[in-house]
């Protein structure tokens, strides 16, 4: 055993050395603490940077040499449309369009070099079909093992990408526009301008901007357009007009332009556009249809339109001074005669020689017009009484008879006169009154020829009483007397019958069938004239069906009276109609309405043919040309067929006038748009000539009489174009 003082040595050794390992415990607790709240650290570290990763507002992944994804975030599982685990094992390159593959590839080639490009830029493929645009940025390195890899970031830029190609379009489109552009600052300096701009106006842009577009003024408009044109832009935020401007030549130029206001996030007007198109060879057109259409050009006296224009004015001033009006039908005895022994170079001369000797007999006011062939008519205004118009009459009558000097040689004829006088005790309109004339010029060439005939209005009452009353017409629609005959309409170079008018026929059970003309007169001014429209709409419809049914889908036209057309619940009665046949497609009925009719109230009837066409209906113009449309008007009135008057069709195998009415006609139609066709095609001649002007829809008695719906089937198995017609559409040489 050891002594007390060795033993106390020894414990004093032992806690010594146990003060030491607690020191060194507590040393390795102290660092055991430390490294716990750096491993704490390094997690939470650790967490904020993979929170950082995933959520980072742009595509990150890491890649092998292979290119394969070994680690991508949620933002570029957004930017594919998947989850990010997904793409994980995946290719990069797969989610790569086509068209940027090589893009990707030389970009990963260059990675490292001085040269490289820091990004590229490309498209991503997604599900179902559509791309995005990204920006790609790439480093490579290598990983813990020594192994290339490469981390990738994708940034969204399809928004810009996008904005971008917009704004290239828009400038694109800007220069390259075939309408004139003009953009104006708020306080009206010029601001841009577009190639078409200096190719309608002559002045390059350097020479317009920041000036004012009266620099355009062609003087033409007064300040009241100008105060108008600027009333309705600030109103409305736009407006449309046509104005003449000055080219930088000095010269006119018509255009159709359309100014808008481009107003600011606050609502403040920052610019003006306006964009314009060069109408002038259309105004041209216009002016030299206007002419066409209202003189003959053979004598250079008023034709039939401008005729029925200056009757109307002149009645109306007979009325307002209490005078007297007579109406002369002239027709030529003998001229036929000249022209089968002379040819019609000499017969032309002899007319315009005639033309002019009766011309000379006038007053300054009285009017003489020529309606075609060797017709003429004499309006004589402001008489006193009819026997003042008796020495007018004969001087007339005389000048016709007059031996004239006609190609080197003396020819006569003589002429037979028709008179009626205006007002008288019943009311008359101006078509009345012609027809008055003319059946007494008939009278006049039954009696003998070069003489006169008044016409007798007691006889003609008494003539007018055949036609049957309103009562009785009312009577024939319910005890369902009306049928519908329909005449076909045909494309002369395909070969095809593209439709059918539908015509009304009264069925007497005493007279037999009777013409529109024997009773659609008589209820023009009465409200029967719209059950009577409606009743034709109905039963066209209900054929329709009935052809349907039998495998025949064939379009029916119908015509709308101007009393029908007035109806303010026009569009609800039609829809009516339509659902009554609900199995009809609306797009087999065409409404036709006349022109005359449709200018009379342009809004009215612009309003009422939008409302048609929304329901599937479509509206052909009848009878163009007869109406004095301006362009103005056509422009607003949005049919889809314009049909031309059978006055300008039946005699455009003699007159060459109404092959130029005919021309300028159709390209008006093309201008606008609109199918054309031409009503009257009497012969197969007619029809040649109209496919050679580019008219290939026509109707007439040369192609088809009207039928009843029974017969139309069977005539449209047996009928084909003829061999002329196809001959005609064949380009020359």
């Known amino acids: 055993m050891l002594d007390s003082p060795a033993r106390a040595l020894q414990l004093q050794g032992a806690e010594a050395v146990l003060h030491e390992l607690q020191v060194h415990q507590i040393e390795l607790e102290l660092q055991n603490e430390e490294l716990l709240r750096t491993q704490q650290d390094l997690s939470e570290a650790r967490a904020r940077y993979f929170d950082l990763y995933d959520l980072a507002p742009m595509g990150l992944c890491s890649t092998d040499e292979h290119g394969s994804i070994f680690e991508a975030n949620m933002g570029l599982g957004h930017l594919l449309g998947r989850s990010s685990a997904s793409l994980c094992g995946q290719k990069l390159e797969q989610f790569i369009c086509d068209g940027d593959q090589d893009t990707y590839h030389r ?49 969204d830029i399809d928004q810009r990408k996008r904005a971008e190609a917009d704004r290239v379009l828009a400038a694109s489109m800007f220069d390259h526009a075939g309408e004139g552009i003009l953009v104006t600052s708020a306080q009206g300096e010029i601001v841009a301008v577009n190639q078409a701009f200096t190719r309608i106006s002559g002045y390059e ?47 006119m130029y018509a255009v159709t332009q359309t100014i808008s206001a481009v107003r600011g996030s606050g609502g403040a007007i920052q610019n003006y556009v306006g964009l314009f198109s060069d109408i002038t060879h259309l105004q041209e057109q216009e002016v030299k249809l206007q002419r066409l259409t209202h003189y003959d050009p053979l004598t250079q ?82 008489l006193a009484t009819v026997a003042e118009a008796q020495p007018l009459l004969q001087q007339l009558l005389e000048a016709s008879a007059l031996p004239l000097s006609v190609a080197g040689q003396t020819l006569q004829v003589s002429a037979s006169l028709g008179v009626t006088f205006f007002p008288q005790d019943e009311e008359m309109d101006a078509d009345q009154l012609l027809r008055q004339a003319d059946q007494a010029m008939y009278q006049a060439k039954l009696a003998g020829k070069n003489r006169m005939h008044l016409f007798d ?251 009843p719906a029974a017969a139309l089937p069977v005539w449209m198995a047996d009928w084909r174009p003829d061999a002329s017609w196809l001959a005609a559409a064949q380009p020359a040489g």
């Open 205 to 251: 842009a350097a020479e317009v901007l920041g000036r004012n577009p009266r620099l355009l003024s062609s003087g033409r408009h007064g300040p009241d357009f100008f105060a108008h044109m600027w009333s309705q832009l600030q109103r409305d935020g736009s407006v449309q007009l046509e104005m003449w401007n000055r080219h930088k030549s000095g010269s």
């Open 457 to 707: 209005a007691q006889h003609d009452r008494s003539v007018r009483g055949h036609h049957e009353s309103v009562q009785r017409i009312a009577q024939a629609l319910a005890a369902g007397e009306f049928v519908l005959y329909f005449q076909p309409k045909v494309d002369m170079v395909a070969g095809h019958v593209v439709g059918a008018e539908a015509l009304i026929r009264w069925q007497h059970p005493e007279r037999g069938l009777l013409p529109p003309a024997v009773f659609l007169p008589v209820i023009e001014d009465h409200a029967l004239a719209i059950e009577l429209g409606e009743w034709v709409i109905d039963q066209a419809l209900r054929q329709v069906a009935a052809w349907q049914s039998e495998g025949l889908a064939l379009p029916v036209s119908v015509n709308i009276g101007a009393r029908q057309l007035q109806q303010a619940d026009f569009v609800e009665r039609l829809q009516r109609l339509l659902t009554r046949h609900a199995e009809v497609a609306p797009g087999l009925l065409e409404l036709e309405v006349l022109e005359t009719s449709a200018i009379e109230d342009i809004t009215h009837v612009t309003r009422l043919i939008a409302e048609c066409k929304a329901l599937g209906v479509r509206f052909a113009l009848d009878d163009f040309g007869t109406g004095y449309s301006s362009l103005t008007y056509l422009k607003r009135l949005p049919v889809a067929q314009l049909k031309i008057d059978q006055s300008f069709v039946r005699d455009m195998l003699d007159n060459p006038v109404d092959i130029s009415i005919l021309q300028g006609v159709i390209g008006m139609a093309r201008a606008f748009g609109c199918e054309v066709i031409a009503e009257g095609v009497e012969t197969v001649a007619h029809g040649a000539v109209l496919v050679q002007l580019g008219c290939h829809l026509a109707q007439g008695y040369g192609i088809a009489r009207p039928m």
């Open 107 to 155: 970009y990963r080639l260059q990675l490292g070099r001085s040269e490289a490009e820091p990004a590229c830029e490309l498209r991503l493929r997604l599900e179902h079909g559509s791309m995005r645009w990204v920006q790609l940025q790439a480093v490579a390195m290598l990983d813990a093992r020594g192994q290339p890899q490469l981390r990738l970031a994708l940034m």
């Open 301 to 382: 006296l008023p034709n039939r339109l401008l005729l029925a224009e200056r009757l109307q004015q002149a009645m109306a001033q007979a009325q307002l001074q209490g005078r007297l009006l007579a109406v002369v039908f002239l027709d030529l005895d003998g001229f036929k005669a000249v022209n089968d022994s002379h040819g019609h170079e000499v017969g032309d001369q002899m007319l315009i020689a005639v033309a002019e000797a009766m011309k000379l007999t006038l007053r300054e006011g009285d009017t003489l017009a020529r309606l075609g062939g060797d017709e003429f008519v004499a309006v004589l205004g402001d």
